[in-house]
Nanobody
Framework: QVQLVESGGGLVQAGGSLRLSCAASGRTASTTYMAWFRQAPGKEREFVSVIRWSGRNTYYSDSVKGRFTMSGDNTKNTVYLQMNSLKSEDTAVYSC???????????????????WGQGTQVTVSS
């Protein structure tokens, strides 16, 4: 089992920044990808970003590319999502996910991830 705990959400004005953290514990040695997804009220869950745990390759959705940066710290088993130039449409619950069996082509697919955090609310006021 892997436990994921997100932190760093909150209320920010449009144009502002927030940094989310996701700390992993438990059987993390087999983790291959960690990702951020978000879900706004009344909308489906949406892929935001993913990092390959070995090699640190990162991928982003078009809606956040150039504004968000995902990074990881192996020593702390933690991933981060630096969110800049926030927009009202970024308002959502952001959840961290860890995958231990998914393959490269599935990295954008929420159903491919094995473990999820409880989520953290990000609210951007316009």
């Amino acid at each position: 089992q892997v436990q994921l705990v997100e932190s760093g959400g909150g209320l920010v004005q449009a144009g502002g920044s927030l940094r989310l953290s996701c700390a992993a514990s438990g059987r993390t040695a087999s983790t291959t990808y960690m990702a951020w997804f978000r879900q706004a009220p009344g909308k489906e869950r949406e892929f935001v970003s993913v990092i390959r745990w070995s090699g640190r390759n990162t991928y982003y959705s078009d809606s956040v590319k150039g504004r968000f940066t995902m990074s990881g710290d192996n020593t702390k088993n933690t991933v981060y999502l630096q969110m800049n130039s926030l927009k009202s449409e970024d308002t959502a619950v952001y959840s961290c996910a860890a995958g231990q069996r998914l393959i490269f082509s599935s990295r954008f697919n929420a159903e491919a991830y094995d473990y999820w955090g409880q989520g953290t609310q990000v609210t951007v006021s316009s």
